[in-house]
């Protein structure tokens, strides 16, 4: 069974950059059927992509958030990662990391999602 | 971008009753490449129809999906007891890809 796990502080200041890492386990990242991808949900409301990655390191960003935003894939450890800089207040949200099934020219629906990482940008 | 708008923002039944709820596209989303999810209360969402009508591994058929172009709608044929969540639209046709706000499903 494909298990997603997300990593990352809970707590990060203001201007800051956050971190986070999704561990893999069940299945590998490295399948061509697939791409990995952020989603985030800012509390009571909906979801936002952020940003989606195929194994061989092609990317994909959110328009909104393309400036800040950075992901990237270790193939050695089944995971991918996120970094978001310049954080604000508006930043603090659920972060969610999740599998695309893959299609012919991109990806597809997200059929696999991680349990999420609350993350609240605050001094 | 596709800005998907989901109707109604809340929706009201008892259990066994029949639920309809509507995603509309502002431009066509191409070869059906739209998905609904249910996200309770303290849990990932999780996806219950791809491609608009295909159900998910394991999705109980009392849930379907249909609709084109801009209009798109899940059923719920009799309301279960733990169906009553959060229902999200997605497109995945045109980058980015781009969720409709939520229906509320409550008693």
């Known amino acids: 069974q494909l298990q997603l796990q997300e990593s990352g502080p809970g707590l990060v200041k203001p201007s800051e950059t956050l971190s986070l890492t999704c561990t893999v386990s069940g299945g590998s990242i490295t399948s061509s059927s697939y791409y990995w991808g952020w989603i985030r949900q800012p509390p009571g409301k909906g979801l936002e992509w952020i940003a989606t990655?195929?194994?061989?390191?092609?990317?994909h960003y959110n328009p909104s958030l393309s400036s800040r935003a950075t992901i990237y894939v270790d193939t050695s450890r089944n995971q991918f990662s996120l970094k978001l800089n310049s954080l604000t207040a508006a930043d603090t949200a659920m972060y969610y990391c999740a599998r695309h099934g893959a299609r012919s020219n991109g990806f597809r629906e997200l059929d696999y999602w991680g349990q999420g990482t609350l993350v609240t940008v605050s001094s | 971008e596709i800005v998907l708008t989901q109707s109604p923002g809340t929706l009201s039944l008892s259990p066994g009753e029949r639920a309809t709820l509507s995603c509309r596209a502002s431009?066509?989303?191409?070869?059906?490449?739209l998905a609904w999810y249910q996200q309770k209360p303290g849990q990932a969402p999780r996806l219950l129809i791809y491609?608009?009508?295909s159900r998910a591994t394991g999705i109980p058929d009392r849930f379907s999906g249909s609709g084109s172009g801009t209009d798109f709608t899940l059923s719920i044929s009799r309301v279960e007891p733990e169906d009553f969540a959060v229902y999200y639209c997605?497109?995945?046709?045109?980058?980015?890809?781009?969720f409709g706000q939520g229906t509320k499903l409550e008693i």
């Open positions: 997605q497109q995945y046709d045109s980058s980015p890809d781009t």
């Open positions: 990655i195929y194994y061989s390191g092609r990317t």
């Open positions: 491609d608009a009508s």
């Open positions: 431009q066509s989303v191409s070869k059906n490449y």
